[in-house]
């Protein structure tokens, strides 16, 4: 048994007395209930539009006017909303499982002139929230969406939408989605459909029912004695269909009690449908408020990252500006070794012998001294070997805890190492809140 297309619901967008309205429809039966003029005849003649889109045929009445040409309501002219546009929606299910809105709209002209504009949406998931795209929302108000906003709202969605201009490819295009039986694309096959459609929603014989009916009791016959033969037959028959209609009476009355009992339960469970509804409505709510606060704090978080990277690059020019007066620091320490070795040089050229004596066991004291300092010195020098490795240390670790993973620090030339560890000492200083690094000369 293969799959049959449905229609899920039917929404109803600014008609008389209705803003926003959705009507979930049974695969079977839907039964409308309502006292007159509750708007039961507007709800089927907006199902009748999206059925079949065709302003030839879309000529209406009240079940209880004479005739269709009573002023009444003024068709369907009078059904749709004052201002802005009026869209009737199926939401069908197709028989592969495909989501497809079948739409129009109707335009008001100058009484009685509708437009139409018929369209559909194809590639809808199931997940989707028809409500929140047929409205337009302005703050905590909403209203009826042009045909612009339509073709932009849906296709956010993932689905697309497709105009058309005539009632035939519109038709078309559901008998090949598997909704419709027929294409319909000739006006005699929409005429058809049209009579189909009529008859369910006021009932009765159709004209060409009552045409066929009409030419066969009253078809003109000269041979009398037949007729009264079969006037005869006819009234045996009516013996026998009397008895029926007895039996029949009896059915019916327990077809009405099984009605009764039936209509019963299906208020019951409209009820709790309804209830589930405005349950599932209050969480959506709900989840439109939770996604906007976690919104909100996303763009807290943007803000508080732009900040630490303006800080970053604050603190990386002010790591530049450290190495620079570093390699100042270097060249000044070559330049006072080299005066110093030209200042033993000088000494050692005194031509006084005296001198040179005084001068060489002052030279040996010194040499002494010299010793002495030079072991300070690289004890000294030891210990702020150990300390700059420490204060790197933590100075690597503050910077991978502060400074954005896309950020990167390069280390320094092995050249710059010895030369660091022969003349600097380096300090780690920390500034107030901003933790800025720098290093300085000892």
């Not at 709800?43 to 009240?62: E, H, S, T």
């Not at 909303?81 to 335009?107: E, F, N, Q, T, W």
């Not at 009605?259 to 019963?264: A, D, L, P, S």
């Not at 000044?332 to 000088?346: K, M, N, P, V």
Request: aromatic share 6%; proline share 3%.
């Amino acid at each position: 048994m293969t799959d049959r297309a449905c229609i899920e619901r039917l929404l109803l967008l600014n008609w008389k007395g209705i803003f926003f309205q959705p009507f979930e429809l049974h695969e079977a039966v839907t039964a409308l209930e309502g006292e007159n003029g509750a708007g039961k005849t507007t709800i089927m003649i907006g199902a009748f539009v999206a059925l079949l889109p065709d302003l030839q045929r879309l000529i209406f009445r009240n079940v209880g006017e004479a005739s269709a040409g009573a002023d009444g309501d003024r068709g369907i002219y009078g059904r749709l909303g004052v201002k802005g546009p009026s869209y009737s929606l199926l939401d069908l299910r197709a028989a592969d499982g495909s989501r497809v809105i079948a739409g129009v709209c109707l335009l008001r002209g100058a009484p009685p002139r509708i437009e139409l504009m018929r369209f559909l949406v194809e590639g809808l998931p199931w997940d989707a929230d028809l409500e929140t795209l047929v409205l337009v929302r302005d703050g905590a108000s909403e209203r009826i969406p042009e045909m612009a906003d339509l073709r932009q709202s849906f296709p956010r969605a993932g689905a697309g939408l497709t105009s058309y201009e005539s009632a035939g490819r519109y038709c078309g295009r559901l008998h090949e989605l598997g909704i419709l039986p027929m294409r319909m694309e000739q006006p005699q096959d929409r005429q058809r459909y049209h009579h189909m459609l009529h008859t369910s929603m006021y009932g009765g014989f159709s004209g060409s029912l009552q045409k066929g009916l009409r030419e066969y009791l009253l078809n003109e016959d000269q041979k009398l004695r037949n007729h009264v033969g079969r006037m005869r037959e006819n009234l045996d028959a009516c013996r026998i269909t009397r008895g029926q209609i007895a039996e029949a009476q009896a059915r019916y009355k327990l077809i009405e009690e099984v009605f009764r009992f039936g209509w019963g339960m299906a208020q019951a469970a409209f009820h709790g449908s309804r209830l589930l509804y405005e349950t599932r409505r209050t969480s959506a709510d709900a989840a439109r408020e939770q996604h906007r606060g976690c919104c909100r704090q996303t763009d807290a978080a943007k803000a508080k990252c732009a900040q630490l990277e303006a800080r970053h690059q604050e603190a990386a020019q002010a790591l530049e500006q450290l190495r620079r007066e570093l390699e100042d620091a270097v060249k000044l320490l070559d330049a006072c070794t080299q005066a110093r070795g030209y200042r033993t040089r000088l000494d050692r050229l005194i031509p006084q012998r005296a001198k040179q004596e005084q001068a060489l066991g002052t030279a040996t004291e010194e040499k002494e001294a010299a010793r002495k300092g030079r072991d300070q010195a690289r004890a000294r020098l030891e210990r702020e070997q150990l300390e700059r490795d420490r204060l790197a240390k933590e100075l690597r670790r503050f910077l991978s805890a502060n400074i954005p993973s896309g950020l990167s620090l390069r280390p320094p030339s092995a050249s710059r190492q010895r030369a660091q560890s022969s003349t600097m000492r380096p300090l780690l200083l920390l500034e107030g809140e901003r933790k800025s690094c720098a290093i300085r000369s000892v």
